[in-house]
């Protein structure tokens, strides 16, 4: 005979843990008379800056910002999640600051989803509404009305140019849809697109070669996830080869970037040890892998000189330093803090 719980029992029981869930949260919301403002178990806070990207000539960072109004803490200062937290809507955008924390200016009404600067500075690719665009940049200033449109089907993702700005490859994140899912590359001078990779996703150029690294998931025999591999394909060849497979702590690792000079790589691992979000880099032969960050990081990008611009920000709190841009050296020290926030507490 069966010792499984019948399905009427289960249902049962899921509507009762459902019902002490929301009891309790009301309960810990109860000492809020005029607004509900409580956030849910598990529930993650945005940071105020995001998608830092470092421009080629060195002297500007963009950004995407939603500038923090006030927070109202709800149940302590200590309960960073039962907390209210007030925009200014009016200020959403995509902005710039000089790489000195000089001249900080929204440049655009609207935020650029995963942005990547072209090789020569000339161009910004990014994704919106989940498609690949292409947008021009004098300089200063984007010129909105000569935005190009690359894909039209599936949900893309993480642009990356190659060196001499004609191909810029992307991942495709649905793979149910009308497209394969994985790795492609978007050539722009045929407007044509192919597909290297089923699967793969935060591709990045080398700065030098006709090559890019990228992602998968790694998967025992029995289907189970158990880290993660690197690989490399060659545009030339349109061969691909096994670079690196990387485990625990290092559980979820994304936004692979080469460093300017390619000797180093560069990306955000989600830790198995409850230590968040961090970066790390890598030897460009795979070895020497290295913690950079230990205050959190959820983006990041290098500078032509090899440095860092970097989201410090562990998803706890948002405050006048967490949740802002950072700049450290390629080794993970002198850091200082950008941008700020500045905001009303309550």
């Known amino acids: 005979m069966s010792n499984a719980i019948p399905d009427n029992s289960n249902r049962l029981y899921m509507r ?19 607004e509900n403002n409580c956030s849910m178990f598990g529930s993650e806070l945005s940071s105020p800056y995001d998608d830092p990207v470092w421009h080629p ?15 109202r803490y709800i ?78 089907e599936g949900r893309n993702f993480f642009p990356s140019w190659c060196p001499d700005g004609e191909l810029i490859a992307f991942n495709e994140s649905v793979c149910n849809g009308p497209i394969a899912c994985g790795i492609w ?46 690989w490399i394909y060659n545009s030339a060849s349109g061969t691909k080869h096994f670079f690196k497979f990387i485990s625990q702590p290092n559980y979820d690792n994304r936004y692979l970037r080469y460093s300017p000079n390619g000797e180093f790589i560069a990306f955000v691992s989600v830790l198995s040890n409850g230590s968040g979000m961090q970066l790390f880099v890598i030897k460009d032969d795979g070895s020497g892998l290295k913690q950079l960050s ?28 967490k949740g802002t841009l950072w700049i450290m050296d390629s080794e993970g020290n002198n850091k200082h803090q950008l941008t700020r926030n500045i905001f009303k507490l309550i």
């Open 185 to 230: 590359i978007y050539n722009i001078s045929s407007k044509q697109q192919e597909l290297v990779n089923l699967y793969g996703n935060y591709p990045n150029w080398h700065p030098f070669r006709d090559s890019l690294i990228f992602r998968t998931n790694a998967l025992d025999n029995k289907g189970f996830d158990i880290g993660d591999s690197l």
């Open 16 to 34: 009762i843990i459902c019902f002490l869930l929301i009891l309790i949260t009301f309960l810990d919301c109860s000492n809020d008379k005029n």
């Open 75 to 152: 149940d302590g200062y200590d309960c960073p999640h039962q907390a209210s937290y007030i925009f200014e809507n009016d200020s959403i955008g995509f902005w710039l600051i000089n790489a000195d924390g000089t001249n900080q200016r929204r440049v655009l009404p609207y935020m650029l989803d995963s942005p990547a600067w072209s090789p020569d500075g000339n161009w910004i690719a990014f994704s919106y509404g989940a498609q690949i665009c292409i947008m021009p940049f004098d300089g200063e200033q984007f010129d909105t009305a000569a935005i190009i449109q690359l894909t039209f």
């Open 57 to 71: 000539s060195g002297g500007i960072i963009g950004f995407n910002h939603r500038p923090i109004k006030e927070i």
């Open 294 to 321: 230990t205050d959190g990081c959820e983006s990041y990008s290098w500078s032509p000189e090899g440095e860092i611009v970097y989201l410090n920000f562990d998803g706890s709190r948002i405050d006048d330093t």
